[in-house]
């Protein structure tokens, strides 16, 4: 009786501890509730616009949390600030997290529905872009720590924070609510600004003292003024004023994640080989040079022996035909607005060491070439590399590398050497000549006849166009090139101090000396394609017994697109001061105003200019593209014909749509054949050092004769 008195007496103690403790509990709880910061929520609305691709809305409605909400968008343009995000492709996700004040996260996802054809194009490519882009420009020295790949900077530009749109036309600083030379920290509300739409506040993004450049009441954006042939006036380049750091901070994209510097693979494959080659072929670049304009001036033709289709010159026009062109209008504007003056230094350097490349690959391109019957040649990385390497013993390595090849270059040929090509050549004439929108499939038509009249004669009817077309565009170029720099020749020691200075101290913000390097042997490598192989192609038609010869040739290539082609432009964009590039303007449009500057009809003839290389490219890569078809195919007419066929229906396809992720998809499949080409160029090295070894003593003993 005693035991149960005293169990229930415990159990009763128990119970009444459980209820203290519990209510403790609960009273706690309810405490930390009644303080507690409700997390943000909301959701994403899609809205497609239009049947145009990559002009998807999101519009981000969040609620609870602490405002103000900072949106970090997956689309790097978009403000912080904003939560709008414009210009994303259709079909592809589109992902966001909301910062709110508090420091509480909420992410989210949607994706624009794609409805029109095009659209539903662009959305099936855009992965397929993004998964080469992976392999082709990825930096294998950030990823093992060799370098850290953000770009640190010891100021910001502060600008007003408006995703840009065709309804908003003007924006003004509405007040300054820090003081000129004011200390502040990050995430301090420091001004407002005003436009015909709303209302924007801007925040410090790190620590540091502000300069103030506009004052309240002052235009940052005017699109109803013309100033410079530009669209709209920016003052000051839409800066409001500029914040010096306390101590270096990332650089920061307009939506809050770090800007980096890299060392693309393919960029890093391409200048790797070009340098290996210089060493190994004993700098053929420069004691070269003289004798390939005697080649090219035909001082060693052997009209009655020598084997081929066309002349040396021809072979070297039809080559360039391929890269002069929208490389060196534009791609040199991208690179310096981007780089700075610094980056034609390091673009000259790369000229000089991919003529190299162009030597090994054209050399092997003519003595690995087949000639049938009816003395029509087949020639290129195709046959160098499968032939080539089974004399190694490597046969099965080669096949592999010459197939890849060639399924690369046929799919290049469709795209880059011929819709991007055909497309901006209309874009550039309906720019001058408004009554040709909307008429693209008309202008593909046309553009298409022009086109199969020259490449149904296949090599020689190439070349007999692109030798006459190349010249004079080039010399026209040139010329009016020479006419700016001589207009401001005052301006000559600022520009080459600002090109050497740029070069070895560029400006963090630009990423630094590697950034500038990274930038100049970009655009070289992407202009002028040495190591691609795509011009051994076209050079393997010469007419030559020594293929060596037409090595010396080929490497007049590089050096007449990057040295002195894109130079020019380089220069005319620094002589003019259009290198700051105040409108945010890029590519032709940057070099087009620049050239504007001092030859005010200049435009004109830019656009003419535009079309004639777009023309000369499609043929040439018609060439290109052909051959690596009959290397998958076979050799027939009936192939060739297929193939030409398909060629021509493209060129109304890329006049006639928007073509987004499908030319960018192409452009990668060139850069991808850099990858096999190089490969098979650096086993077959040794061979072609032995060859050219073996042509000077010729040339030495006389063997090898002059002809006129």
């Keep these: 009786m005693l035991y149960s008195v005293q169990e229930n007496f415990i159990l009763k103690k128990v119970l009444q501890n459980s209820s203290i403790f519990l209510f403790t509990l609960l009273f706690i709880f309810s405490f930390t509730s009644a303080f507690a910061q409700e997390k943000p929520t909301g959701r994403l609305e899609t809205t497609n ?22 949106y970090q968008w997956s689309n790097k343009a978009t403000p912080i600030v904003a939560d709008t995000c414009k210009g994303n492709t259709e079909g592809a996700t589109v992902s966001l997290k909301v910062i709110d004040a508090a420091d509480q996260e909420l992410e989210l996802s949607a994706t624009v529905e794609a409805e029109s054809s095009g659209e539903t194009l662009n959305a099936t490519f855009t992965p397929l872009v993004n998964a080469m882009a992976t392999v082709l420009f990825f930096d294998p020295f950030a990823a093992i720590g060799i370098y850290d790949p953000k770009i640190q900077v010891k100021e910001g530009k502060v600008k007003a924070p408006f995703v840009m749109d065709k309804s908003l036309t003007k924006i003004t600083v509405k007040k300054w609510l820090v003081a000129d030379k004011a200390r502040v920290k990050q995430g301090d509300l420091i001004a407002t600004v005003s436009s015909n739409k709303d209302d924007r506040e801007i925040y410090a993004q790190f620590d540091g003292t502000i300069n103030i450049a506009l004052k309240e009441g002052m235009t940052v954006y005017d699109v109803t003024m013309n100033k410079d042939a530009s669209d709209v006036v920016k003052t000051n380049g839409g800066v409001l004023g500029i914040i010096d750091y306390d101590k270096e901070q990332p650089l920061l994209h307009p939506n809050g994640t770090p800007q980096t510097k890299s060392i693309p693979l393919v960029v890093f494959w391409l200048v790797l080989g070009a340098i290996y080659f210089t060493f190994k072929m004993n700098f053929i670049n420069f004691r070269g040079f003289k004798h390939a304009l005697d080649l090219v001036a035909g001082k060693f033709d052997d009209p009655k022996h020598d084997k081929g ?38 673009m000259i350097t790369a000229g000089f060491l991919g003529m190299s490349s162009k030597f090994v690959e054209c050399t092997l ?31 099965v390595l080669g096949k592999v590398l010459a197939v890849t090849f060639a399924v690369l270059c046929v799919g290049g040929s469709f795209g880059g050497g011929n819709m991007f090509q055909v497309n901006q050549a ?17 202008f593909g038509v046309g553009f298409a006849i022009l086109v199969g009249i020259v490449i149904i004669g296949g090599i ?25 720099i001589m207009i401001n020749i005052t301006s000559v020691g600022d520009a080459f101090m600002l090109i050497f200075d740029g070069a070895f101290n560029a400006e963090a913000a630009a990423g630094g000396f590697i950034g500038v390097l990274i930038q100049g042997f970009r655009r070289a490598a992407f202009s002028n394609e040495a190591g691609v192989g795509s011009a051994s192609i076209a050079h393997s038609a010469a007419k030559t017994e020594e293929p060596v010869s037409e090595g010396i040739v080929a490497l007049l290539e590089p050096f007449i697109d990057t040295v002195i082609v894109c130079t020019m432009t380089a220069l005319v964009i620094i002589f003019t001061g259009e290198y700051a590039n105040t409108d945010g303007l890029s590519g032709a449009i940057l070099t087009s105003k620049a050239f504007g500057k001092s030859i005010p009809w200049f ?6 200019a535009i079309v004639l290389f777009a023309f000369s490219t499609m043929i ?51 850069l991808g054949m850099a990858f096999p080409n190089i490969l098979g160029l650096i086993i077959l090295s040794p061979e072609v050092r032995k060859d050219l070894r073996e042509y000077f003593r010729k040339i030495k003993s006389g063997e090898i004769k002059k002809f006129k």
């Design 460 to 484: 020689k009817s190439i070349a007999k166009v692109t030798d006459k077309i190349v010249p004079f565009m080039c010399g026209i170029y040139v010329l009016a090139a020479l006419i700016v």
């Design 49 to 70: 616009p239009t049947p145009s691709i990559n002009d998807g809305i999101v519009v981000a409605k969040i609620k609870g949390g602490t405002p103000p909400y900072r």
């Design 426 to 442: 209309f874009d550039q004439l309906q720019g001058q000549i408004p009554a040709l929108a909307g008429n693209g499939v008309w």
């Design 365 to 395: 391109g003519v003595k690995y070439r087949i000639i049938d019957k009816e003395g029509t040649v087949f020639g290129g990385p195709m046959y160098y590399l499968s032939q080539g390497l089974a004399k190694k013993r490597l046969g």
């Design 309 to 346: 289709e066309v002349s040396h010159f021809q072979a070297l026009t039809t080559a360039l035909s391929a890269t002069v062109g929208l490389g060196n209008i534009a791609s040199v504007a991208i690179a310096i607005s981007i780089g700075g003056p610094g980056a034609t230094f390091w």
């Design 603 to 608: 435009p004109y003839v830019l656009t003419i």
């Design 620 to 670: 040439s890569w018609s060439y290109y593209g052909e051959r690596a078809w009959a290397y998958l195919f076979g050799q027939g007419k009936i192939a060739s014909l297929v193939y030409k066929g398909i060629f021509l229906v493209f060129v109304v396809i890329g006049a006639s749509i928007e073509l987004g992720a499908v030319v960018d998809f192409s452009d990668m499949m060139i």
